[in-house]
């Protein structure tokens, strides 16, 4: 069993920055794949970000790639995801999730899930 706390999330101003936080419990961090995922009101839950275990591969959704990084510190069984140049287009609840299978930018792709956490981006 995996227990997942995502925290830091908030309200920002456009063209700030978050770092948001999902601590593991449970199992061996660094056997985990570990994805973040985020739902606007009344939408589907999308693919934000992905990194293997190692840390070796990471994925990005198109609509981030090159403002948030995704990061894992398996030593403090930790993920992070670092969002800069934030849009109104990226409220959302952001998800955390992991899987003892191979990195995936698939929501199928993983077992386990935190609760959430709110962002929110003002313009």
């Known amino acids: 069993q995996v227990q997942l706390v995502e925290s830091g999330g908030g309200l920002v101003q456009a063209g700030g920055s978050l770092r948001l936080s999902c601590a593991a419990s449970g199992r061996t961090f660094s056997t985990l794949a570990m994805g973040w995922f985020r739902q606007a009101p009344g939408k589907e839950r999308e693919f934000v970000a992905a990194?293997?275990?190692?840390?070796?591969?990471?994925y990005y959704a198109d609509s981030v790639e090159g403002r948030f990084t995704i990061s894992r510190d398996n030593a403090k069984n930790t993920g992070y995801l670092q969002m800069n140049s934030l849009r109104p287009e990226d409220t959302a609840v952001y998800y955390c999730?992991?899987?003892?299978?191979?990195?995936?930018?698939?929501?199928?792709?993983?077992?386990?899930w935190g609760q959430g956490t709110q962002v929110t981006v003002s313009s």
């Open positions: 990194i293997s275990r190692s840390g070796g591969r990471i």
């Open positions: 999730a992991a899987d003892f299978r191979a990195v995936s930018i698939r929501r199928e792709g993983y077992h386990y």
